[in-house]
């Protein structure tokens, strides 16, 4: 897996394909996605467009995409995925995610950015809690219809998000081929190396992508949520010294977790920073002031920020 790829949650329809073009350009080959974010059909136009162009080729593209928590039915896993390849007019992917580690009740919670589905429902907030949320389908049962999807060729890989320790645990116990990789929240407030170690040990070898490596800048400054790494003063001052942006310090950081990282950005030049994070190494210094901002503060929920 590629160590950088881009993240295109709330990149819209419109704005993302550009956006793919671009970090195509620059060097991307991981992209991130979901059925949830509703772009997946104009990243899928910008993928192929690059690939008819002769720029890149289907084999050196890295593409991810994500199982949402309506249809954790292991009956709808197939379909969904289908959905997915539709949506990208492609043969395969090369990962495919459990988005969460449970699944709400077929209907209540259908929302997908940008393109709402004709029925009632339009909320990603649940309008119930509990048993009126939830759906009984346990993950390990999900987890055989992804198996499913490897085996029909619809996709190279399978893996987790959002997954904690114990509940990779209960997967792997049962699992017939392993998940690869867990995407969780990474940044500096979040930096998760109990989680990155636990996955490494005794033959998980569980890869951790960073989801909000930039912890969402786009909140900063909403009450209650933490303040991004990346507008830390001190930040700025470790940036200056390597002549690199904040933003490219607490990225370079991450990878050095031994991790990958999924940055969002429809911005040209700062898809071109995202990436442009591998010709420097932070002083052991620098490295502990990134360690001690961990302060274990969440900035995603399932229902927004
Ligand atoms: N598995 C899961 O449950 C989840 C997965 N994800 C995935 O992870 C990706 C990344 O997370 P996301 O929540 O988007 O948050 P990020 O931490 O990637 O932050 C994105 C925000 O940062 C801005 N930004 C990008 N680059 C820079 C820069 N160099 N300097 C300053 N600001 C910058 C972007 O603005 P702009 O675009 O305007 O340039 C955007 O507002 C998502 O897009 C999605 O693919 C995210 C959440 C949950
Ligand atoms: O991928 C995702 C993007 O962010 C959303 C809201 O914070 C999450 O619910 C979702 O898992």
């Not at 939830?134 to 959002?162: A, H, P, Q, R």
């Not at 990346?230 to 942006?245: R, S």
């Amino acid at each position: 897996m590629p160590t950088v790829g881009l993240g295109t949650y709330k990149s819209p329809p419109g704005q993302v394909e550009q956006a793919v073009k671009d970090a195509i350009d620059a060097g991307y080959r991981h992209f991130d996605c979901a059925w949830l974010y509703g772009n997946e059909v104009e990243v899928g136009n910008a993928l192929r467009e690059k690939i008819n162009e002769g720029t890149v080729k289907r084999e050196d593209l890295f593409i991810v995409s994500k199982l949402w928590n309506n249809f954790h039915a292991k009956e709808k896993v197939v379909p969904m995925i289908k959905e997915t390849l539709n949506n990208f007019q492609m043969d395969y992917i090369d990962l495919y995610l459990i988005h969460w580690p449970f699944g709400f009740k077929v209907k209540k919670y259908c929302y997908i950015i940008y393109r709402e589905l004709a029925d009632e429902t339009a909320s990603l907030v649940p309008v119930g809690e509990g048993e009126d949320a939830f759906s009984d389908t346990d993950y390990v049962e999900t987890w055989k219809g992804m198996e499913e999807c490897v085996n029909l060729g619809l996709t190279k890989s399978i893996g987790l998000s959002n997954f904690n320790a114990e509940q990779i645990d209960r997967v792997l116990k049962k699992c017939k081929i392993k998940p690869v990789c867990n995407q969780v929240e990474v940044n500096p407030n979040l930096n998760q190396k109990k989680l990155i170690d636990f996955c490494r040990q005794r033959q998980r070898d569980i890869v951790i992508v960073g989801y909000c490596p930039l912890g969402r800048s786009e909140y900063a400054g909403t009450p209650g949520f933490p303040d991004p790494t990346i507008y830390d003063p001190k930040v700025a001052e470790i940036a200056k010294k390597y002549n690199k942006t904040p933003a490219q310090v607490v990225l370079n950081y991450l990878i050095s977790l031994g991790i990958s990282v999924i940055p969002k950005s429809v911005t040209k030049s700062r898809i071109i920073e995202n990436i442009d994070v591998f010709d420097f190494k932070l002083d052991p210094g620098d490295v502990s002031y990134l360690d001690s901002c961990n302060k274990k503060s969440k900035s995603i929920t399932i229902s927004g920020i």
